[in-house]
């Protein structure tokens, strides 16, 4: 990832994402909480708000787009 900035989330701002593109999804905020943490997915705490790589949680929800 070196030179490249890293599009960071909040839980809630990844499934807005998500739901914008697939508005019908089981996708919740439990379950990508669960899959930081088992997947240690990069995260930075600013103040009392967690942030993730949008990118590292897509990859390990195995949803991205060709």
Known sequence: ???KLRRM???KQILEE???D???TSISRYL?????EKC???NVMLGNK???DFDLMIDAL???NA
């Open 50 to 52: 967690h942030l993730y």
């Open 32 to 36: 990508l909480k669960a899959i930081a």
């Open 9 to 11: 989330r909040t839980i």
């Open 18 to 20: 998500i739901k914008n």
């Open 40 to 42: 240690n997915i990069y």
């Open 1 to 3: 990832m070196e030179g």
């Open 22 to 24: 697939d508005p019908e």
């Open 62 to 64: 195995g949803i991205r």
